[in-house]
């Protein structure tokens, strides 16, 4: 029998509203309608100020990317301002970046364990988030919105004790995320709820500009950090990506990356250490404004995140526009559901990691 069922907007599993009507045939999916759109709050219009004041608003956009949505923003003044980060300051963005992937991945990943029925695994991959967080708090005084970002370099500099800190932090996470990546991808409950099931075939990925870990465990090997931003090239940085397609791949795609970030924020740290220190932050003259527009890519814990800037001369911007990873992403819905079952859907979200607060801005 032929039945419409709403899931959302409210919905335990889903940390933000968003609405889906799903067209189902018993209990498979034949197709569904996505409403989205609860969390707008006009933010586009509010960034139509001055450009330092919105380096802190932006960040506001999101609190689990939050030093992404301020790196692509800065990063695309500086573009118009031809300005030229010092060396410390780059390094330190990057450090901070993939710290800032961490938790974003340790987040979605125990809300995975939730999403499934493993409410110990969601308690550990969750207690484990707690190491960088803590430490997101120590190097910049705040475990969400960092302000460690600003027009011609960061706020904050990374001292001997902080670096340490970071050194035994990914040291302790590293070991942890060994021990549940072995439930995550060996446990045969797990495997038999997740393989096979909501798959995004490689074409569908590409035709629908899907981006980040959802695009590259569908075999699509791309990742924005491979165009040599930052100081992403000296790290030897390779895109991790699967080919299955389904619930599973997308999260053996984040695991491994976890395990990828690790080692370039171990590396970073170590050219922090052997160059000394340098100058973080260019000198801006107040009479010094940004004149011109530019867009920037920056590959966010979700993936590809655009800001485009358009400036006139005079404090107050003219324009901010930003498309989300998310945005990108959470039509994919409508190729991986249907032909699952109902009782896969929530299981199916999660493994988009979807950020409604990013996507409606």
């Not at 189902?24 to 006009?42: A, K």
């Not at 797990?190 to 990925?205: C, P």
């Not at 590409?206 to 992403?232: C, E, F, K, W």
């Not at 895109?239 to 984040?254: F, L």
Request: charge should be neutral; aromatic fraction near 8%; charged fraction near 25%.
């Amino acid at each position: 029998m032929k039945t419409v069922i709403p899931f959302g907007p409210q919905h335990p599993v889903l940390p933000e509203p968003f609405h889906v009507k799903l067209h189902m045939e018993g209990e498979t999916i034949e197709g569904l309608d996505l409403q989205v759109g609860y969390c707008h709050r006009g933010l586009e219009r509010i960034f139509q100020t001055d450009y330092k004041k919105v380096t802190f608003l932006i960040e506001r956009i999101c609190g689990i990317c939050s030093f992404l949505h301020t790196l692509g923003y800065v990063r695309a003044v500086e573009e118009i301002m031809e300005l030229t980060v010092p060396r410390r300051a780059l390094i330190i963005r990057t450090i901070m970046a993939e710290l800032e992937r961490i938790h974003s991945h340790l987040l979605i990943i125990g809300l995975y364990g939730d999403a499934l029925g493993y409410e110990n695994y969601f308690m550990q991959s969750w207690r484990d988030r707690e190491l960088v967080m803590e430490l997101l708090e120590y190097i910049s005084g705040n475990r969400v919105n960092y302000a460690m970002n600003q027009v011609g370099g960061v706020r904050r500099d990374l001292d001997e004790d902080r670096v340490k800190a970071a050194h035994k932090a990914i040291d302790e996470l590293e070991k942890r995320t060994g021990d549940i990546s072995k439930v995550l991808l060996n446990d045969v409950s797990i495997k038999l709820r997740t393989q096979g099931i909501a798959k995004l075939s490689k074409e569908d990925a590409i035709a629908l500009g899907t981006v980040g870990p959802v695009a590259r465990a569908s075999g699509v090997a791309y990742d924005v950090r491979n165009t040599g931003y930052l100081i992403y090239p000296e790290l030897n940085f390779k895109p991790i990506w699967e080919t299955a397609g389904d619930n599973y791949a997308r999260m053996q795609v984040r695991i491994r990356e976890l395990f990828e970030s690790y080692r370039m924020v171990r590396e970073a740290l170590k050219l922090l250490e052997t160059e000394g220190s340098g100058e973080i932050m260019l000198a801006i003259k107040p009479n010094q404004r940004p004149n011109g527009q530019a867009f920037v890519r920056t590959e966010a814990p979700r993936g590809e995140c655009f800001h485009y800037v358009k400036a006139n001369g005079t404090p107050d911007l003219e324009r901010v526009r930003v498309r989300t990873p998310t945005y990108a992403n959470i039509y994919a819905l409508t190729k991986m559901l249907p032909g699952a079952d109902l009782a896969d859907l929530p299981v199916a979200v999660v493994t988009i990691d979807p950020c409604l607060s990013c996507t409606d801005r």
